[in-house]
């Protein structure tokens, strides 16, 4: 597993990059010094995301490790078929998100837009607070595993946790009580029968 140290302090130092960018005071900062950027910050954010993945993927391919277990049979249908079926829920739930500020394809209008204020819920919002997360972590864990993806699997585990944490805390500085009540009504990551909104709460909650 030494081998795979280089990709696990890749993923760490990812991680704490990843989320150092996407805090708000770093936001604010930047818009304060610099604010004829601010209407490129998030584009630029996503493809400082895109390519410094790049490398972890290479060393993933380049030092897979050995083969731990792989999905046969029926077990590689469902699998795959979790996997397919997470795809679509996260693409069902970017209707909670606005998408072009997401991917840095809106305007802005200086600073007092670092975040866009209107709290959104889709289907997938009623059951978990981070429906992008919980279907990132179901394809994640279906697939085939040797140490490379193991190893990322956990980091990438352990980011969406901590990293859901963190994204939180910018929410309530947000939208404040709403977001406090939400959190209260809805688990985080996994699902719990008892815990979620009904459509009617959903559509209502503000």
Known sequence: MMDQLPLALGWCLYAVIHSLLAGLRLKAAVAR??????????????????????????????????????WKGAWAWLGNGLALAALWGAMQSSQ??????????????????????????????RYVRHPWYSFGLVIVWTR???AAMLVSALAITIYFVV??????????????????????RVPGLLPLPWKRLSRAEAADFH
């Open 96 to 125: 909670a998100y606005a998408m072009n500020d997401f991917l840095g394809l809106g305007v802005l209008e200086g600073a007092k837009h670092i975040e866009r204020d209107v709290f959104r819920l889709s289907a997938a919002h």
């Open 144 to 146: 085939d595993m040797n």
């Open 163 to 184: 990293g859901s944490r963190l994204e939180e805390r910018k929410l309530i500085e947000i939208h404040g009580d709403t977001y406090r009540r939400y959190r209260e």
């Open 33 to 70: 010094r610099w604010p004829g950027f601010m209407p490129w910050y998030r584009l630029a954010y996503n493809a400082f995301a895109v390519l410094a993945v790049l490398p972890l993927l290479w060393l993933m391919r380049a030092t897979p490790g050995d083969d731990l277990w792989a």
